[in-house]
């Protein structure tokens, strides 16, 4: 599911599907995007690159198209691949920077960036 706060500027992403369930938002305001895997119990962030990250109103078209034409096919399917790396919980500059909507989801967890 997809839950879209354009007031905050915010795309919540909800997977439910077992093993593979995640948490994801996109936070336009802050400029970061954080995906929480059930599976890893690990927030996982990156800055939007507004090159390869759909701005806010294409996002909401996008999820229009899908919802209505479920074999619409787009240039903007976004793939990402972290590598492992250090990680560290979250600390009060970090959260100043990521914002409010992302620290909800990944305080307690192991941030990797």
């Known amino acids: 599911t997809m839950t879209i706060d354009n007031d905050k500027r915010i795309v919540d992403v909800h997977v439910r599907s077992g093993l593979y369930s995640s948490d994801t938002i996109f936070d ?13 119990n690990a927030c996982f962030i990156m800055k939007i ?3 390869y990250i759909p701005d806010l109103e294409e996002m909401g078209r996008l999820a229009f198209e899908r919802q209505t034409m479920n074999t619409v096919y787009s240039p903007y ?14 600390r ?14 990944c305080t307690g967890l192991p941030l990797y960036q």
């Open 77 to 90: 399917s976004v793939w990402v691949q972290f590598q492992s790396g250090h990680s560290r919980l979250g």
């Open 49 to 51: 690159k507004k090159e």
């Open 28 to 40: 336009y305001m802050h400029g970061y995007i954080a995906t929480r895997l059930f599976s890893r």
């Open 92 to 105: 009060m500059r970090d959260w100043l920077v990521y914002g409010k909507a992302i620290e909800q989801l």
